[in-house]
Nanobody, 111 residues
Framework: VQLVESGGGLVQPGGSARLSCAAP????????MSWYRQAPGKEREFVAV????????KYGDSVKGRFTISRDNAKNTGYLQMTRLKPEDTAVYYC?????RGQGTQVTVSP
């Protein structure tokens, strides 16, 4: 069982990016999914969580109104749409499903 994040990279301030979290061969649809991030020298920070059905979401204060979490249970994939990115959003982003964590994807926001 493995979670695979993708979609990170270098983004300019004010830009957008979409992260994906794929859970092949895993019962994704029965579990909540969350995103966390960790910047160098900082503690892990909660970003967002979505219920198994997708009808309930919650966001960290620093991303509220700019990020959107979603999921497609038919594809066993979750997403994090990030807009109006700021340099302080630079971090490694991890998805979590049922106690499992992916390898992380780096997001760097810089001119």
């Amino acid at each position: 069982v493995q979670l695979v994040e993708s979609g990170g990279g270098l983004v300019q301030p004010g830009g957008s990016a979409r992260l994906s979290c794929a859970a092949p061969g895993f019962t994704f649809r029965s579990s909540a999914m969350s995103w966390y991030r960790q910047a160098p020298g900082k503690e892990r920070e909660f970003v967002a969580v979505i219920s198994s059905t997708g009808d309930s979401t919650k966001y960290g204060d620093s991303v509220k109104g700019r990020f959107t979490i979603s999921r497609d249970n038919a594809k066993n994939t979750g997403y994090l749409q990030m807009t109006r990115l700021k340099p302080e959003d630079t971090a490694v982003y991890y998805c979590y499903v049922s106690g499992l964590r992916g390898q992380g994807t780096q997001v760097t926001v810089s001119p």
